[in-house]
């Protein structure tokens, strides 16, 4: 609860929230987020991601522990383009200094491995979605379901065409906590859960058991989304985008491309790849994981496509790789500004302009949807 509520004040000390007034932190809080900044600035400079700036190892780790609630701004992957991409503490689900020492050799994220532990077989028949929305989310992360499922998760019919949303989780650690899943799954009937351990470390195997999903069970769908849970999402204007003549049903794949993208060989870094697992120094042209949109055909060509190519843990990039192997080149959207990371401090007009962006909580995603819909009706 305490935490929550720093977090809150944090994000309105940026100028995100309309009422500065509000405003109470902690002075310890204000020094992290100065360093923070100062660690950014310096990564910045030097070019490198935060993880390799000069500064002492267990300081970083601190800092980062301190910071994993908030988003962490650095450059991901050390870009040869000239911009800053503010991430997700993707951490919450699993920290990054525990997945180095996983052997990569069990890494196998071909979807036969697995099978649906909960699963909504006949939804996609009952529903004939156009628009497939798919969330990877851990089993704890209820809220976050929650919120998106009394905002863009809701938008079941959009531009006179059917949108369907759907969660993925993977194992979770107790039984109770399975009970709740069961319980929440009978409720909504919109979660889907595969037999392997949800961690940050798995999510190319959650990855390619949505796109076994979407093969399998939803056929039909012209379009999908893989989107994170973190997200805002316009469904409307991705509606627009989707209708229009220009874009291609079959081979096409779009959102925030990735080019010319060095692989991390820094073992401390929570995007660490072997050489062992993916030689080559740098990725294929990938999209970012936030939030990718692609016509359906291309579910079960990646299927296929991914048993000739190895896998390793960054489920953007190895996309990617099953994209290269296909011949399939991402595109550009005709408007690369609606696919964003980071919008900067809140204003409708962005909003309603985008197709995506990265939130903070999943309660300011319910306050967004509000006042983003409150001007629409107006
Ligand atoms: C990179 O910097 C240049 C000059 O500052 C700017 O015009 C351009 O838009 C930037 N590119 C990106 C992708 O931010
Ligand atoms: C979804 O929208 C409908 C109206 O279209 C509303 O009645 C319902 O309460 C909404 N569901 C949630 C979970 O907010
Ligand atoms: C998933 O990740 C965990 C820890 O990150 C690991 O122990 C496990 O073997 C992984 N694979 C599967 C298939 O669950
Ligand atoms: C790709 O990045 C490398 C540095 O890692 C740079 O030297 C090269 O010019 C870049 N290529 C393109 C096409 O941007």
Redesign the pocket.
């Known amino acids: 609860m305490e935490t929550k509520l720093s977090n809150r004040n944090v994000w309105k000390s940026l100028g995100a929230d309309r009422a500065p007034h509000r405003c109470h932190i902690k002075t310890g809080f204000f020094l992290l987020l100065t360093l923070v900044f100062l660690l950014t600035a310096i990564a910045y400079v030097s070019g490198f991601p935060l993880e390799t700036a000069v500064l002492p190892d267990t300081l970083y780790k601190k800092v980062l522990n301190q910071i994993r609630s908030y988003y962490v701004v650095t450059e991901y992957p050390p870009a040869s383009e000239n911009q800053t991409i503010f991430l997700k503490p993707k951490s919450v689900q699993q920290s990054p200094t525990q997945t180095t020492d996983i052997s990569v050799h069990h890494h196998v994220a071909h979807p036969s491995n697995y099978h649906f532990t909960l699963d909504e077989p006949d939804k996609c028949s009952q529903w004939d979605p156009f628009l497939v929305l798919m969330v990877p989310v851990a089993p704890h992360q209820r809220e976050a379901r929650?919120a998106i499922?009394?905002?863009w998760?809701?938008e079941?019919s959009v531009q006179g065409k059917a949108v369907l949303t759907l969660f993925l989780v993977g194992l979770t650690g107790g039984a109770e906590a399975q009970q709740q899943l069961e319980e929440e799954s009978r409720q909504h009937r919109d979660l889907l859960q595969s037999n392997f351990v949800d961690s940050y470390f798995n999510l190319t195997i959650k990855t390619m058991v949505i796109m076994d999903w979407l093969a399998t069970r939803c056929p039909q769908a012209t379009f999908s989304m893989k989107v994170d849970s973190d997200m805002y999402i316009n469904v409307e204007n991705l509606m627009t985008l989707l209708l229009s003549p220009n874009t291609p049903r079959q081979n096409y794949i779009t959102g925030y491309l990735m080019r010319n993208r060095s692989v991390i060989r820094n073992k401390k870094s929570k995007w660490y790849v072997s050489q062992e697992l993916y030689p080559e120094p740098k990725y294929p042209t990938y999209l970012l994981g936030m939030g990718y949109v692609f016509s359906n055909d291309l579910s079960e060509k990646i299927v296929e496509a991914s048993k000739e190519v190895k896998s390793f843990n960054i489920e953007d990039a190895y996309v990617g790789a099953c994209l290269k192997q296909l011949g399939v080149a991402p595109s550009s959207p005709p408007d690369s500004s609606q696919f964003r990371a980071y919008l900067g401090q809140y204003n409708r007009e962005n909003f309603l302009r985008v197709i995506t962006t990265i939130l903070r909580s999943p309660q300011q995603l319910i306050d967004i949807w509000k006042d983003v819909k409150q001007i629409k009706l107006e």
């Open positions: 929650n499922r009394s905002t998760g809701n079941s």
